[in-house]
Structure formats: C-alpha cells, structure tokens
C-alpha cells in the first residue's frame, strides 16, 4: 500500500524552531509537497522537493532524502500565526498526469 | 481575484436528500480535484479531472458523482445523502507544469448530513 506518517501532534515555543517530519512509502515518487491549514481554513502550499537537500523560503525549509524516504518542513522564529496543520504530500507522477497522495497532517501547537 | 471558488460554503441535508457542490476555477487550470476532509483523516479524494470532458475515480468515489461542465467548473454530486457523508469537501486545481507551484484550493463546502 502507499502511506505517509507524520506525528499528528508537536508544541513549540513562539521564536523557537521546529521540525516536522515526513515518512513515505509510495509506488511512485516525483517529489514532496507541504501545505499549511489553518482551522477552518483551506490548504495553502508552502513548499516542494523533487531533488534531495534543503529548500528555503523565509522562515520554511524543506528537506528531502529519497534515499531514505523521508522529509521534513522546518520553521524557524515560530509566530502565533504559524499555528496551524501542516500536510505532507507525495506527488506520485509526471506534470501530465499525477495525484497527490496525502499525510494525515500535524497539529502545532505554538505557546507564549 | 484568481483562485477557486466554491460554493455553498455551508449545508445542511436530510439523509436521501440530493445536492450539487458547485466548483470553478479562473487559472486556466487543466486538472482539477474533489477532496473529502474528516477530522484526523487528511484529504481524501472523491474525483479528478484531467482535462475538459474527462473524469476519474480516486480513492472514496462511492455515492458521489461529477461533471466537468467546462474548463473552469467542475461540480460534485451526492444522488441520496448518508449521514457517513458528513464532511468538509475541497475542490482544488493545479497548473499542468511546474509542480513547485502546487495546488490551488477552494475554500470548502462544510456539509452536514442529519
């Protein structure tokens, strides 16, 4: 079967850091998405790797090891505001036909 | 503003009850997508469309079914309410290239099936 595993939970502290991983078990891999919901709210990307290493874009990183199955988006200087969901997603074919195949999503949970 | 936009945002309905959820998008999009989201669960998908005058099952098709009336809308239909189809339902859209842009969501159709 295909799955991804993500904690469903993690606290921080405002400013901190925080690392949310990914594991993934897919029949096809093209890359690793993320995406942030707020309660309520619908799902906004925030990043993507196709190719290993770090990916930054302000205060998000992404990550990505295909050797090892694994992923991880990292926020930096933790705002209220960044209390959210976050999905992971793998993208399981080429631009001309593929699906999304979703993570059950992290709860974070940010505290003064 | 560009983007997707679905509509109702809110219903209610008696189990057997019929209702289409209406979903267009403005980005010139190809494929677009209808998901289920139940607490826990992540997103789930009902239908996709590739492209105008196809659709396809994903992985929760059961009770539901779709048009792609055009390239922008793409609608989602329940034929008789359950109660097990209480949830959130995004519709969503992508470009065809460019996998570091993402998918574009709607802002949801919260239904309630009593």
């Known amino acids: 079967g295909q799955s991804l595993e993500q904690p469903s939970e993690v606290t921080a502290v405002e400013g901190a850091i925080v690392q949310i991983n990914c594991t993934y078990q897919?029949?096809?891999?093209?890359?690793l998405s993320w995406y942030q919901q707020h309660d309520g709210g619908a799902p906004t990307f925030l990043s993507y790797?196709?190719l290993d290493g770090l990916e930054e874009t302000g205060r998000f990183s992404s990550f990505l090891s295909r050797s090892d199955s694994y992923g991880y988006l990292l926020l930096q200087e933790l705002q209220m505001k960044d209390s959210a969901s976050y999905f992971c997603?793998?993208?399981?074919?080429?631009?001309?036909?593929?699906?999304?195949?979703w993570g059950a999503g992290t709860k974070l949970i940010i505290k003064p | 503003n560009a983007g997707v936009t679905q509509t109702p945002k809110f219903q209610v309905l008696k189990t057997g009850q019929s209702m289409t959820l209406q979903c267009a998008q403005d980005?010139?999009?190809?494929?677009m997508y209808w998901y289920r989201q139940d607490p826990g669960m992540g997103l789930r998908l009902i239908y996709y469309?590739?492209?105008?005058?196809?659709?396809d099952k994903g992985e929760v098709p059961n009770g539901y079914n779709v048009s792609r009336l055009n390239k922008r809308e793409f609608s989602l239909r329940l034929e008789s309410a359950a109660p097990s189809q209480t949830s959130v339902y995004f519709c969503?859209?992508?470009?065809?290239?460019?996998?570091?842009?993402?998918?574009?969501f709607g802002s949801g159709t919260r239904l309630t099936v009593v």
């Open positions: 969503a859209s992508r470009p065809e290239q460019g996998a570091g842009v993402g998918y574009t």
């Open positions: 980005m010139n999009h190809n494929s």
């Open positions: 469309s590739a492209s105008e005058g196809t659709t």
């Open positions: 897919t029949s096809g891999f093209y890359g």
């Open positions: 790797n196709a």
């Open positions: 997603a793998v993208r399981d074919g080429p631009d001309s036909n593929y699906q999304l195949i």
